[in-house]
């Protein structure tokens, strides 16, 4: 019976390892490149292509993409940075701090080796005055 709980628990994990690898390499890379290109292109043909106060060498697709990179990478980076530096980054890092189990049980081993290190921290100290009373 425990053979067979070890086999499950190990047919599990290894399912879960292979979830987090397909997410990873679906939302971090493929969904992003499958986006942006999504997004330039209707971008476009929609709008682009359709707007009657841009010159014409302007709606070539070459000189579309270049202004486009040009003025998205900037744009975007800039509410990145804004994001992580005061928006809601910090609130969605505590928050998965207390939700998700993996994150939570390394932040209790961080706060335990913080702990310990004050505590050796302290010893030293009281190691370092003993020595410096007794040589003077």
């Given at each position: 019976m425990t053979s067979e709980k070890n086999a499950t628990r190990e047919g599990l994990d290894k399912l879960g390892k292979y979830r987090q690898y397909f997410?990873?390499?679906?939302?971090?890379?493929?969904?992003?490149?499958?986006?942006?290109?999504?997004?330039?292109?209707?971008?476009?043909?929609?709008?682009w292509v359709k707007l009657t106060f841009v010159p014409d060498i302007l709606k070539n697709e070459f000189v579309f993409l270049l202004i486009f990179f040009v003025t998205y990478i900037p744009v975007v980076t800039s509410f990145g940075r804004w994001d992580l530096m005061k928006g809601t980054f910090k609130a969605e890092t505590n928050v998965s701090r207390v939700v998700n189990p993996i994150i939570k049980e390394q932040f209790e081993r961080f706060d335990k080796i913080?702990?310990?290190?004050?505590?050796?921290?302290?010893?030293?100290?009281?190691?370092?005055?003993?020595q410096s009373g007794g040589w003077s």
């Open positions: 997410l990873a390499g679906h939302s971090r890379w493929f969904v992003f490149v499958m986006g942006l290109s999504n997004f330039s292109l209707i971008f476009y043909n929609f709008l913080e702990a310990q290190n004050q505590r050796l921290l302290e010893r030293f100290n009281e190691m370092e005055k003993r």
